[in-house]
């Protein structure tokens, strides 16, 4: 299969993913805009006829087709008109998650204020002061990749990975923050956890967040952390979620 591109003011590259998929670039670089367009074509495609998947990244979107029904070519044809409509962006889904920041919870906590020369309360009030949207899912099931970390706690990643990370870890990398959905090995800065699963196999949605989505963290005491790990426990904690217009 021939790559085919899509060409005009939309910018569109297909490139072909053996033969029932086909990648969709929209750009070459991490930017909220970029982001909104991926997820707007994304929903533009989503039930189309001969479209079995979508899946979005930070600046393309993959496409998983029935070659019976649909063609490369036509798919570029959908993509276009799905680029052609507006850019108003619906309602996001917010979700917050409890955060236990620092000591056992957060290793490099302490670190990443050093390295900042900030108080370690300073960096929990930054880091857990604003909504960051989910770019895409990734790494691992589950795994959100974040956009708009304050450039004041942006700090590299570990110069050796752990070889075991917790689940619900929540970490800083650079200019991404993120969280582990499961116990995994990870070269992120550790500066907190939430007890609230990101995946969650055997639930109808095993999945709680979904590109498009903001995060928010709240900071929550030791004891809060384990109240609601047992009340996720014992089936009878439902993360907030609540519907805002993402500017």
Same mark, same amino acid.
């Given at each position: 299969? *021939? =790559?085919?591109?899509?060409?005009?003011?939309?910018?569109? !590259?297909?490139?072909?993913c %053996?033969?029932?998929?086909?990648?969709l670039?929209?750009?070459?670089?991490?930017? !909220?805009?970029?982001? +909104?367009?991926?997820?707007?074509?994304a929903? *533009?495609?989503a039930?189309?006829?001969?479209?079995?998947?979508?899946v979005?990244t930070?600046?393309?979107?993959?496409?998983?087709?029935?070659?019976?029904?649909v063609?490369?070519a036509?798919?570029?044809?959908? $993509? !276009?008109?799905?680029?052609e +409509? /507006?850019?108003?962006a @619906?309602?996001?889904r917010?979700?917050?998650?409890? &955060? =236990?920041?620092?000591?056992?919870f957060g290793?490099?906590l302490?670190h990443?204020a050093?390295?900042?020369?900030? /108080?370690?309360?300073e960096?929990?009030?930054i880091?857990s %002061?604003?909504d960051?949207?989910?770019?895409?899912?990734?790494?691992?099931?589950?795994?959100p990749?974040?956009g708009?970390?304050d450039?004041?706690? *942006?700090?590299?990643?570990?110069?050796r990975?752990? &070889?075991?990370?917790?689940?619900? /870890?929540?970490?800083i990398a650079?200019?991404? &923050?993120?969280?582990?959905?499961?116990? &995994? #090995?990870? %070269?992120?800065?550790?500066?907190?956890?939430?007890?609230? #699963?990101?995946?969650?196999?055997?639930? @109808?949605d095993?999945?709680?967040?979904?590109a498009?989505d903001?995060?928010?963290?709240?900071p929550?005491s030791?004891?809060?952390? $384990?109240?609601?790990?047992? *009340?996720v426990? $014992?089936?009878?904690? =439902?993360?907030?979620?609540e519907?805002?217009?993402?500017d």
């Amino acid at each position: 299969m *021939a =790559a085919l591109k899509a060409g005009g003011a939309d910018g569109i !590259r297909c490139l072909p993913c %053996g033969d029932r998929g086909v990648a969709l670039e929209l750009g070459n670089v991490i930017d !909220r805009a970029l982001n +909104r367009r991926v997820l707007a074509l994304a929903r *533009a495609l989503a039930g189309a006829p001969g479209i079995i998947e979508v899946v979005p990244t930070y600046r393309s979107l993959l496409v998983e087709f029935d070659p019976a029904v649909v063609t490369p070519a036509e798919i570029v044809g959908l $993509a !276009r008109a799905g680029a052609e +409509r /507006s850019d108003h962006a @619906p309602p996001a889904r917010r979700v917050t998650l409890p &955060t =236990a920041y620092g000591g056992e919870f957060g290793p490099d906590l302490g670190h990443v204020a050093a390295v900042h020369g900030l /108080s370690e309360d300073e960096v929990i009030r930054i880091h857990s %002061g604003r909504d960051y949207p989910v770019y895409m899912i990734g790494f691992s099931p589950g795994f959100p990749y974040l956009g708009g970390l304050d450039d004041r706690i *942006a700090t590299p990643r570990l110069e050796r990975p752990r &070889t075991r990370v917790p689940a619900g /870890s929540v970490g800083i990398a650079d200019r991404q &923050t993120g969280v582990y959905p499961q116990e &995994t #090995p990870g %070269g992120w800065q550790i500066i907190g956890r939430t007890p609230v #699963p990101l995946f969650a196999p055997a639930a @109808p949605d095993p999945v709680l967040l979904r590109a498009g989505d903001l995060l928010r963290f709240r900071p929550v005491s030791p004891d809060e952390y $384990a109240a609601i790990a047992a *009340a996720v426990t $014992a089936g009878r904690y =439902a993360p907030e979620t609540e519907v805002v217009e993402d500017d």
